[in-house]
């Protein structure tokens, strides 16, 4: 049977916002252990049918996922000053950043050598997922040249990850939205085919590997829930693949192995909306998004326009 995927725009759409609503309904959530999630909240199913709020708020994971869309939108690649800039004029710590990110946007507004700060606020540099949850928007734009994709991902990373598991992170939640956005449906084979070509640190390749081969009774919670990038990328990227065919379902398996509920669940979101396009999204999750100064309707702006274009870049190369 023919399956036509959503119009490109739709895709888009169902990327970002879903993005958001999966860091929105997972954040109320975040830092509990995954016990709790299950056997004292009723699991992710539950939650995502009920959210235990009145208003769904995103955090730092689509706040900085704002601010490289209007970087891509405004250059059309990744250029730093103005993804710095726009990690500045978007910040609000009230948010949820973590230390790492409060440290070099501080140094950037402040005009203090935030590259250093960024190499040393960890040894070796950040190998958390920051860089990862923010990456989908590159994805996106450049789904059609997947080396494009790779490249660009890894731009966006460095102002913040200097360390190649933060920077693998962010290339692979990039390529994986990519691949989403290029498919009518979904090829388990080609798509974990895909991302195991790419990857480079052992920290990825094994547990990829081990996804791939997961079979209908495993738990893609065996890679870890936590903000390290190599933990909850892989998580994201399965609990994904697990349930391709229903963004609740995803949505649902993200919070449920608990600890950095958002970030997993705005990730793997973004998969699955790029997927399945924003008509897949649950209205009642969507109409619950909060819609202030660039909440819902300002999304949807933005998106609409980085889909525009996305589509003039492609009529000046024909």
């Known amino acids: 049977m ?15 916002l879903g993005h958001a609503i999966g860091d929105a309904a997972g954040a109320p959530l975040e830092g509990l252990p995954a016990t709790v999630i299950w056997y004292d909240l009723g699991g992710g199913r539950k939650i995502v049918a009920n959210p235990p709020v009145e208003q769904l708020c995103y955090t730092d ?13 405004r250059d059309g690649r990744i250029v730093e ?14 948010r949820g950043y973590g230390q790492g990110a409060r440290k070099v946007i501080n140094a950037i507004a402040t005009g203090a050598d935030w590259r250093h700060v960024a190499a040393n606020v960890f040894a070796g540099g950040s190998l958390g997922n920051g860089a990862a949850m923010r990456a989908a928007p590159v994805g996106l734009l450049f789904h059609d040249d997947l080396d494009r994709v790779w490249a660009e991902a890894r731009l966006s990373a460095l102002p913040t990850h200097v360390h190649p598991v933060g920077i693998e992170g962010a290339q692979l939640v990039a390529l994986a939205v990519a691949l989403c956005v ?3 449906t979904f090829d388990r084979a080609a798509f974990y085919g895909e991302l195991i070509s790419r990857a480079t640190t052992e920290e990825f390749l094994r547990p990829l590997h081990r996804a791939a081969q997961l079979g209908p009774d495993e738990s893609a919670g065996q890679f870890g829930s936590s903000l390290e990038a190599h933990r909850s990328v892989v998580t994201a ?10 963004y609740a379902d995803v949505v649902a398996t993200a919070i449920t192995f608990g600890d950095d509920t958002d970030t997993v669940a705005a990730m793997a979101g973004a998969m699955s909306g790029a997927l399945l396009g924003a008509g897949a999204l649950p209205r009642r999750l ?6 202030g100064e660039k909440g819902r309707s300002y999304l949807e702006k933005l998106t609409i326009a980085l889909c525009e274009r996305y589509e003039s870049s492609r009529d000046l190369t024909r």
């Open 2 to 16: 023919d399956i036509t995927p959503p119009p490109l725009q739709e895709k888009f759409l169902g990327c970002i």
């Open 61 to 73: 994971d689509t706040q900085m996922t704002i601010a490289v869309a209007e970087a891509l939108l």
């Open 81 to 94: 000053q103005t993804l710095c800039d726009a990690f500045v004029s978007n910040y609000d710590p009230n």
């Open 182 to 184: 290029r498919s009518a």
């Open 237 to 246: 990227i399965a609990a994904f693949a697990e349930s391709p065919h229903s």
């Open 286 to 291: 969507l109409d619950m998004l909060e819609d």
